[in-house]
């Protein structure tokens, strides 16, 4: 089969885009129609004898992201779980787990039907990948020491893209975000799990992220009895450590569980840092200003639409239930050493006037405070308040990490294989914002970076294409045009372009 120019593709996409647009013209000029549009007409089911085909598309370029970036490579020289490779290298279940979550797949028995689609083994080049079986013993092969290696495997080529079209998504500081989460079980048997304060049966891993790319750089796995910040001071370091010579500024940022005010001198020599403070009568300031928050979305032509009736308010008030509204925000700010610390730092406070109301009728006027402790000086108090709410946008991936990729799933029997398998199922949240990063445009970079995991699944890697394997190379032929078919196109040869020293 003659291989296509690039030309050739290039027309070939435009053409398929000129018919489905021709398609879409005649929306409104169609006449009424007495039958459905959706046919009841009959349909034959055949199987191709030659051609190899496949519905995972997408995946060539991101197996071709991390060729590119020597991962596999790196993970071979520095993991050593194997004594014979027969057949298999570490980077071969590592990212076998990584690429199944990428395809669509919810849990290792998924491997199963992968395993199965030629085309699919001979897209990443392989004979034969391993079973659930074999990846579920892979992953009970691993120590604490090991985890903690795989991590700094995936860190070591994080910097190549940093230092390439991710420093536009970096920008002047770096948001190192912390916090904890609750993996829960019903399984009886799982060994290092323990019950949470909430009464769940689990465990708590802590999760590090780059809210500036999305990327987790440390998930590290806890018995559900663990407090937030057991260990955390560690990571933080690390996290720190990693990503402050790629950017000009580096903030970390976490709830009140991270005030572990000991280490807030050590921390303001490396960084800057915006945690939540526990709150204190002795903590309340004299002198205040009122808060007038940014509006959550701007039109950008000015336009309004009309609001809609609060159907939940109005039955609220005609039921008599009691209800809390914000009134209105005040801000100020001080000065404050803390007593564990020798340096002083700024200190930001909230106050929240809020009505209970039950019905019409107001009950009380309830106030209440919220501290932010920072080193930052040069944003205003409002500012700061705002950079500080912006954690909670790492809520965002850790319900990604759960319910997207599917890494918090707990498959394996006790706490070290499961951290082992949080970290490569978290591989596949990682190398979507690696290839998010290797977009051509600004706004796709920040768009896919913030897009949730099973929508880029769908967008940009299960796109059908023909499966070609020659003797030194494997060409995937898309086989039918989507709006995100281009995009696609795009990165794999923005990817085949881009040199990682």
């Avoid at 950017?247 to 939540?276: K, M």
């Amino acid at each position: 089969m003659k291989r296509m120019s690039h030309g050739q593709s290039r027309g070939n996409s435009a053409r398929r885009k000129r018919k489905v647009k021709a398609r879409h013209c005649k929306a409104g000029r169609r006449r009424a129609r007495a039958k459905p549009v959706f046919s009841a007409g009959g349909l034959h089911y055949e199987i191709g004898a030659r051609t190899s085909a496949m519905s995972y598309g997408g995946i060539g370029a991101v197996r071709r992201l991390v060729s590119k970036l020597g991962l596999a490579r790196e993970m071979d020289r520095r993991l050593e779980l194997l004594r014979r490779h027969l057949p298999y290298h570490e980077s071969d279940h590592v990212l076998n787990i990584a690429y199944n979550l990428l395809c669509g797949g919810t849990r290792l028995e998924d491997l199963g039907g992968l395993r199965h689609d030629a085309a699919y083994m001979d897209a990443l080049g392989a004979e034969l990948i391993p079973s659930p079986t074999a990846a579920g013993d892979f992953t009970r092969r691993f120590s604490e020491s090991d985890v903690i290696e795989l991590m700094e495997c995936i860190n070591a080529v994080r910097p190549k893209l940093w230092r390439g079209r991710g420093r536009d998504l970096l920008g002047p500081v770096a948001y190192v975000d912390v916090d904890g989460t609750l993996a829960p079980t019903l399984g009886k048997k799982k060994a290092g799990m323990d019950m949470s304060y909430k009464g769940v049966w689990g465990y708590h891993p802590l999760v590090v992220s780059l809210a500036n790319t999305g990327e987790v750089l440390y998930l590290v796995n806890r018995p559900g009895n663990a407090v937030s910040h057991l260990g955390a001071a560690a990571w933080i370091d690390k996290a720190v450590a990693l990503v402050s010579p790629h950017v000009p500024g580096v903030c970390v940022r976490g709830d009140t569980d991270f005030s572990l005010t000991v280490n807030f001198d050590r921390w303001s020599e490396q960084a800057d840092f915006i945690f939540g403070y526990d709150a204190q009568p002795a903590l309340v300031a004299d002198a205040w200003t009122r808060l007038e928050r940014e509006p959550r979305h701007v039109s950008p032509t000015g336009a309004t639409r009309s609001k809609r009736e609060d159907v939940k308010g109005r039955i609220v008030r005609e039921r008599g239930y009691v209800n809390k509204r914000l009134n209105f925000e005040d801000v100020a700010e001080y000065d404050y050493r803390p007593a564990k610390c020798r340096k002083t730092y700024r200190m930001v406070v909230v106050r929240k006037n809020i009505s209970r109301m039950k019905g019409e009728l107001t009950l009380v006027e309830e106030i209440r405070y919220f501290f932010y402790i920072t080193t930052r000086r040069d944003p205003g108090a409002a500012e700061v308040v705002r950079l500080a709410n912006a954690r909670s946008d790492q809520e965002n991936v850790i319900e990604q990490l759960k319910n997207g990729v599917n890494a918090l799933r707990v498959p394996v029997y006790d706490l070290v294989s499961n951290w082992a398998y949080m970290v490569m199922a978290a591989l596949a949240w990682n190398l979507k914002s690696f290839l998010a990063m290797m977009m051509h445009l600004k706004a796709d970079r920040r768009r896919y970076v913030a897009m949730e995991f099973r929508r880029f699944v769908r967008e940009m890697i299960l796109v059908p294409c023909q499966v070609i394997r020659r003797a030194r190379q494997t060409t995937l032929r898309i086989i039918g045009w989507q709006p995100t078919t281009d995009r696609l196109f795009s990165v794999w040869r923005t990817i085949e372009r881009t040199g990682f020293g």
